[in-house]
């Protein structure tokens, strides 16, 4: 019995090993440049993707896939520009003919005190953490439904979002990210659709690297697991969301934040 048993899990422990096989599927990223959108197309790649990674900074965008040959295509994209975006997707359809998952990584934030935002900071930070997520939602959606997909969508917010720690733009942008996720994951689920969130904590992105180190400390202190997230941290998680493990997960808030809030 003891043998079954144990025959019976490394079965199982081989097919979850499968349904993280990434071979046949074609994975859009933003923010690919750096921090959590460099660090989500690396795994995927490494789990056989090809990888279509996208940034304003066309560049360095190219640096992140430099090294999949075919797999891999940069494509320079102001999530911002509803133009750009729509131009990406079709770059996209005409490279691969499909697209499976899409990851919306890019993010920006502006230090503002409330009664001193500037219109134009404003604007752009929800014109890129808001308004870009929703415009690649809707052309991955679109594609999706064009070929038949059954794909996922993972949007990154932030746990501010549900705490309130942080600036005002930066905080309602990524409130925003979470119930727009629900409503389109609603929607599109007909459709075979997934769409989830991730909401990580403080992570060793660029938007840390200017935090003095007495207040990094204090921060540190205040999170269960003892550390901040690492880029890896969230692009693991993407990895599962998007994969046949999480098939029946969608319309989630998932927190990957070392336990600083519970949400």
Not at 3 to 31: C, N, R, W
Not at 63 to 77: F, I, K, N, Q, S
Request: one cysteine or more; aromatic letters at 6%; charged letters at 20%.
């Amino acid at each position: 019995m003891m043998s079954s048993g144990s025959a019976s899990s490394a079965e199982g422990y081989d097919e979850s090993e499968k349904k993280m096989d990434y071979a046949d599927k074609v994975v859009f990223v933003t923010g690919a440049a750096q921090g959590m959108g460099k660090a989500i197309c690396q795994r995927f790649a490494a789990l056989g993707a090809k990888v279509v990674a996208a940034d304003i900074k066309a560049e360095a965008a190219a640096e992140t896939v430099a090294d999949l040959g075919d797999r891999g295509h940069a494509v320079a994209c102001n999530v911002a520009d509803a133009e750009a975006v729509r131009k990406a997707f079709a770059d996209v359809e005409t490279r691969f003919g499909r697209v499976d998952v899409v990851i919306n990584a890019a993010g920006i934030g502006a230090v503002d005190s409330f009664p001193d935002v500037p219109d134009d900071n404003w604007n752009r930070v929800i014109g890129v953490n808001l308004t870009g997520t929703f415009l690649c939602c809707r052309e991955g959606v679109r594609l999706m439904q064009k070929h038949g997909v059954k794909g996922a969508i993972i949007n990154i917010s932030s746990t501010g979002a549900v705490t309130g720690e942080g600036p005002v733009h930066y905080i309602a942008t990524k409130a925003g990210v979470m119930g727009l996720t629900r409503s389109i994951a609603r929607e599109v689920a007909a459709s075979g659709i997934r769409v989830n969130t991730i909401v990580p904590g403080a992570t060793n992105t660029a938007m840390l690297a200017g935090i003095p180190d007495e207040w990094m400390q204090a921060m540190i202190k205040t999170i269960p697991l003892g550390r901040v997230g690492e880029p890896d941290d969230i692009a693991r998680v993407a990895t599962f969301l998007a994969s046949e493990d999480a098939v029946y997960i969608t319309g989630q808030n998932l927190a990957v934040n070392g336990g600083m809030a519970f949400i």
